[in-house]
């Protein structure tokens, strides 16, 4: 079963303005979608990041796996490596600092993990579908039916800066009531048992303030805080100590390894990352410092679905605990996501998601792909498991078309508001 046609479709779709410690989401958050054609006449589809850098890769890496056997991941892995070791020099970036951009450096771990995954979901969503068994199967099986997800909380505006562009119907977050009524609405809507906080936005002071106003407010689900290394050690150390109890995880407060595991020394909860162990060459000193104790696997960026088993491995080897990161994603990931959550044993925590933030998708309404109390059926379906709505794909590449937003860039909106504005970190350096 050999590919015989290789589309990659750029979309855009909409996006609140949520506020993080770099600054403020776009009006449009991009997507790439992969659709894999083979031999015998099956279709696979992947989706990952979507700025002009990561097309760049995709689009110059898919002609070199004509012909080549879906079958044969660790071949396309090495054409992967091979084109972007060859040609990292082939394209630059002009990015503002403070842009959190994943894909600048080609030559990078990260990126060449980054540009595989792109290609192996689709693969092994075609080995699914000619066997007829699921993603899940392949990666080992099943130890659970259901995968956890969490509610996860923004401060925001009410709008966009820039218009016209239509609100939405979250409204402003600023304050911890306001933070209640979001979570109570995403609680409602979709049953989540735990709630993550995207902190780094407010003086901590005040952040604290809004975890107990949610403890308050839903005593019996756990919270977690992620203020993306805004936060000085002393200031990590502080929050942490003054809601002793009172967290599940303390998640990225700080940046690096060795700063993650001075705060750990001074807090009782367990800290978490999707920032200072990002690839596995990160591991070793992650264990030998003891933190952070939870990863965040993302399987866009760790390698594909394969991949992050070897994750789950080997903090299965050193006590390490998973939970699962999230960026703004739509049908074809939450699927991907959940079948290795499926499979994952260290898996501890319940998975962050951006779901509830989008009203718009490219998959056909399905029931084992819906939130029911929080949690994900785990697809039993061949490959997959989602039936992509060709029709959505093209209305949304047409919205990438029109919409003016080319790469991940969460700095040069906030200026417009701000325009001293830079996104360093840290930010706060007291309580």
């Known amino acids: 079963m050999r590919i015989t046609d290789i589309e990659i479709t750029p979309i855009a779709v909409q996006d609140p303005p949520l506020l993080n410690s770099e600054g403020v989401h776009q009006t449009h958050a991009l997507r790439s979608i992969i659709k894999v054609t083979t031999s015998n006449g099956l279709v696979g589809w992947g989706e990952t990041y979507g700025d002009d850098v990561m097309l760049h890769w995709l689009r110059a890496v898919a002609p070199r796996l004509d012909g080549v056997d879906v079958f044969d991941l660790n071949h396309i892995e090495s054409i992967v490596d091979d084109e972007l070791l060859t040609n990292a020099d082939s394209i630059t970036t002009d990015l503002p600092a403070g842009a959190g951009y994943p894909m600048a450096n080609a030559a990078s771990v990260k990126t060449r993990a980054a540009v595989f995954s792109a290609f192996e ?3 092994l969503d075609l080995q699914g579908k000619s066997l007829g068994r699921p993603v899940s199967d392949l990666l ?4 659970r039916d259901r995968v956890e997800y969490s509610a996860y909380l923004f401060y925001k505006w009410a709008e966009h800066p820039q218009k016209p562009y239509p609100a939405d119907s979250w409204g402003e977050v600023l304050t911890p009531e306001a933070m209640v009524e979001e979570c109570r609405r995403m609680v409602s ?3 989540f048992q735990s709630i993550k906080l995207k902190g780094g936005v407010l003086p901590p002071a005040q952040e604290i303030e809004t975890v107990r106003a949610l403890r308050a407010e839903f005593p019996d689900l756990p919270v977690r805080i992620d203020p993306n290394a805004a936060w000085t050690a002393d200031v990590a150390i502080a929050v942490g100590q003054h809601l002793d109890g009172e967290l599940e995880y303390l998640e990225d407060p ?8 001075e705060v750990a020394r001074r807090v009782s909860m367990p800290l978490a990352t999707n920032m200072c162990v990002t690839s596995f060459p990160d591991i070793p000193e992650a264990v030998r410092e003891g933190a952070p104790q939870v990863i965040l696997s993302d399987h866009h960026f760790w390698g594909g679905l394969r991949k992050s088993v070897e994750l789950d491995q080997l903090c299965a080897t050193f006590g390490l605990k998973l939970s699962m990161h999230s960026n ?29 933030w989008q009203t718009e998708n490219i998959i056909v309404p399905s029931e084992e792909l819906t939130f029911k ?9 061949p490959g997959l498991g989602v039936e992509v709505d060709e029709d959505a794909v093209a209305a949304l590449h047409e919205q990438w078309r029109t919409c003016g937003v080319r790469t991940r860039d969460d700095v040069s909106p906030m200026r417009a508001v701000d325009p001293a504005w830079t996104g360093d970190v840290p930010r706060f350096f007291t309580l």
């Open 121 to 123: 979901v689709p693969c």
């Open 140 to 143: 080992g099986g099943r130890r």
């Open 189 to 191: 809507e979709y049953g």
């Open 254 to 261: 700080v940046s690096g390894t060795r700063a993650m595991a």
């Open 328 to 356: 703004t994603h739509l049908g074809i990931s939450l699927a991907a996501m959940t079948h290795f959550g499926a499979v994952a044993r260290s898996l501890a925590y319940s998975c962050d998601t951006h779901t509830p």
């Open 373 to 381: 109390n929080g949690s994900v059926a785990v697809p039993t379906g």
